[in-house]
């Protein structure tokens, strides 16, 4: 079966705290009808500090969408190798030993997508398959997992690679002054995650199912409006009750594996706010603690799109990890109203020899 290998994080060095977001809140709309709420809202998301792409006085200039897409691409583009390098050193892997790049992002476009310039760039093989998603928000980093598990499932042999940028900082609009626009100005935060799928060996997760799920009738809950100044972030205020209507597709997901949900030993989840993990811990029976992980993404970096998920295991690998064949679930949720759900045990096996044609591949490099 396929293993999610330990992840690779790494943030901006900007740092913004919530005081500072408080107090740009004051300055910035002193006059508006609803700060009040406002700051109520950014004081409840729990979040501590934020890390973001560039210094808040960049990030508060908006000078048009052109000049924000060439940022992104400039930082995704600096910021990448790293945590690429890191994941396949996780891994036991290098660059010739992956098949498929994932590569998954909401806050900025580009074509060809950055799994292009990675093959070129970092030596990947020019066979590698290419799989960019950009329209699936906080749920991506979920999906992404989904989509490798599914690869490894038609590939016994192969690996792939998981690579999530997210600058939601590029995303910020001074002319939405909306509640919903005041919160997630609050809310979010910048970072870039990298996680390889092995198809045999490796430390982690061992995927066993993944499912996914669409609330129907709920595209308008969390949407982008694309005007001529970009992304123009939508959240409606029934975002936060979701978790009542996506608990029972995740415990569906686990009756069919023959696993009871709230038993579990481990859960990796989307930290969109503490809210949903508050409704989870209710609506799937579990004790607070088994979110203490995405919890803490929350709070020490915001919610940090589709990395948040890559974010808390990593945090569960830097604990130690979890008993061998401890059974767990991770879990995206984003725009649609969709959930991505994967199922999995722990397992600490590891293979030192390689496949026979990687061995040869290899030594050609080399």
């Not at 973001?52 to 995704?76: C, D, K, M, S, W």
């Not at 074509?111 to 760039?121: K, V």
């Not at 209507?245 to 503490?274: C, K, N, Q």
């Not at 969709?338 to 026979?356: C, D, F, M, N």
């Amino acid at each position: 079966m396929a293993t999610l290998c330990r992840p690779s994080i790494a943030v901006p060095e900007n740092v913004l705290t919530v005081e500072e977001t408080l107090e740009l809140a004051r300055t910035m709309h002193a006059d508006h009808p609803q700060l009040g709420l406002a700051l109520r809202l950014i004081e409840n998301t729990g979040v501590k500090t934020r890390h973001i792409v560039q210094p808040i006085e960049e990030t508060l200039r908006h000078p048009g969408f052109e000049a924000r897409n060439r940022v992104y691409e400039a930082e995704a583009k600096r910021r990448t190798p790293q945590v690429v390098y890191r994941a396949l050193e996780n891994a036991d892997l290098g660059v010739r030993d992956i098949d498929m790049i994932v590569y998954v992002s909401c806050t900025g476009f580009m074509m060809p997508s950055m799994t292009a310039w990675l093959i070129n760039t970092l030596g990947f093989r020019p066979e590698t398959r290419q799989l960019p998603i950009a329209q699936l928000g906080c749920a991506a980093g979920g999906a992404a997992i989904n989509r490798a598990h599914d690869f490894c499932r038609a590939y016994p042999e192969a690996n792939v690679l998981i690579v999530a940028c997210e600058f939601c900082s590029l995303c910020y609009q001074p002319t939405d002054l909306g509640v919903g626009s005041l919160l997630s100005n609050g809310l979010f935060g910048d970072a870039v995650a990298a996680a390889v799928v092995r198809g045999h060996g490796g430390t982690g997760v061992r995927l066993e199912r993944n499912g996914s799920h669409l609330v129907p009738d709920t595209e308008d809950w969390i949407s982008y409006a694309v005007r001529s100044t970009g992304f123009h972030f939508l959240l409606d205020k029934r975002v936060p009750t979701t978790m009542q209507m996506l608990a029972p597709p995740m415990r569906t997901l686990a009756d069919r594996h023959e696993w009871d949900m709230s038993r579990l030993d481990f859960h990796i989840v989307h930290a969109g706010g503490p809210r949903i993990l508050d409704d989870l811990c209710h609506y799937l029976g579990v004790a607070p603690e088994m979110y203490r992980y995405s919890r803490t993404t929350l709070t020490e970096r915001g919610n940090i799109a589709s990395c948040v998920v890559f974010d808390a295991l990593e945090r569960l690998f830097a604990d130690g990890g979890a008993a061998e064949s401890a059974r767990g679930v991770i879990a995206g949720f984003g725009p649609g109203i969709t959930a991505e759900i994967s199922l999995g045990t722990w397992t600490t096996a590891r293979q030192t020899v390689a496949p026979q044609g990687r061995r040869a591949e290899r030594a050609q490099v080399a």
